[in-house]
């Protein structure tokens, strides 16, 4: 009798992937200072086994984008440096500094509340500046308050780190558009040494540590790549003497199996009718768990090493998928949503592209409550 699971659905994590893939960066980097974006439960790796994995492959920093995950993996007893990358509720900066957590600062409101507040030791801030993505960070018209501020007698901050993100770097065809966000944020970095700062300067992520290494500059963040993912597929055709390596495989059981007469319709919405007498199975997996509903009659999942696919709507905690040409399917099976089974494989790639997306929302929308298995 085979052994049972105690999961219905788990999430593999091959921490050795995560470091080979950390050391390839470091690598390309040619010295530069790395920093691991470990956001977002990792791109839905887990944060806290991503963080260990990451800085035993060298990373220098760890990035997350709020402070309950920075708090958590201080919480971990990890001690290497963090930067927020996202916003921080102004009553929340005593955290950050108590614990030694790096925030950024992309609005003057955000820093006219920093400089209001007294602290037990000086806050560390990284400046990101606005310079074509239109979304977070000081422009233009902030500058000469920006500049006010840091001279002031009232300063109280380290300025550790300035920085950027770049619009459109996963698509070669925009690096004009790139060259010109570069341009702009070394306008503003000379406004900053002029008064006396030398902060590091970062610019780059995945596609840029890829693609353009002037713009690596003191340091740069690995986010997607890290995962042994690629940011773009223009980007993978660019980069084709580096290897990445996968970390995650998604994976669950057959729950039930059936039989089930041609002409019958199946799932919400009887949107599927079958051709001829069919067996079916259940998966107890659903969009809740992060299964796309777009992948409904035409996603694809692995069960013995053979494509088996979706059929019926993809509902909220269950999925149907045809058996029919697959041999001695029987409850209990391992069914890999993403991995490798044998010589066949589904990537997170090919799930994105079925369900029109990409492939960063595909990671980091697995459900963060389904275990993360370190292997």
């Known amino acids: ?43 839905g790796h887990g944060m806290t086994l991503s963080a260990r994995a990451v800085l035993r492959g060298g990373a220098d920093m760890l990035t997350v984008d709020d402070i309950d995950e920075a708090l958590e993996l201080r919480r971990e007893d990890i001690k290497a440096p963090i930067l927020v990358l996202g916003h921080i509720i102004p009553v929340r900066f005593r955290e950050a500094v108590m614990k030694n957590i790096s925030i950024t600062i992309s609005s003057i409101d955000s820093l006219e509340e920093l400089m209001r507040q007294k602290f037990s030791r000086k806050p560390r801030i990284h400046i990101k500046f606005e310079t074509g993505l239109h979304r977070q960070g000081i ?20 300025v550790e780190g300035v920085y950027t993100h770049f619009a459109s770097m996963e698509s070669p065809s925009e690096i004009e558009y ?22 590091l300067r970062h610019m780059s992520a995945s596609s840029g540590i890829l693609f353009s290494p002037e713009f690596h500059y003191d340091v740069a963040r690995a986010g997607i790549v890290t995962y042994g993912l690629w940011p773009s597929p223009e980007i993978r055709n660019h980069a084709r003497g580096v290897v990445l390596r996968p970390a995650l495989s998604w994976k669950t059981i057959v729950s039930e199996v059936k039989s089930v007469k041609r002409g019958e319709r199946v799932g919400y919405d009887l949107t599927y009718k079958l051709t001829k007498n069919s067996r079916i199975a259940v998966i107890p997996v659903g969009y809740w768990h992060g299964l796309p509903r777009a992948l409904s009659n035409t996603g694809s999942v692995l069960v013995h090493g053979r494509h088996a ?67």
Do not use: C
Request: charged letters at 30%; aromatic letters at 6%; hydrophobic letters at 40%.
């Open 309 to 375: 696919p979706i059929i019926g709507r993809v509902s909220m905690d269950m999925t149907i998928i045809d058996v029919t040409d697959i041999k001695s399917v029987v409850a209990g099976d391992t069914v890999t949503l993403i991995g490798t089974d044998g010589k066949s494989s589904v990537s997170a790639e090919d799930m994105a592209g079925k369900a029109d997306t990409i492939n960063y929302e595909i990671v980091t929308r697995i459900n963060p409550l389904i275990e993360r298995i370190e292997i």
């Open 1 to 43: 009798m085979k052994k049972q699971s105690q999961h219905r659905t788990w999430v593999e994590i091959d921490t050795d992937a995560l470091r080979e893939n950390t050391e390839t960066m470091k690598k390309l980097l040619s010295g530069k200072l790395l920093m691991s974006v470990v956001k977002s439960n990792a791109y």
């Open 139 to 158: 422009s233009d018209t902030d500058m000469n308050r920006l500049l006010s501020a840091l001279t002031s007698r009232k300063w109280n901050a380290v």
């Open 178 to 199: 790139s060259k010109e966000q570069a341009r702009r944020f070394e306008a503003y970095i000379k406004m900053i040494y002029e008064r006396g700062f030398e902060p």
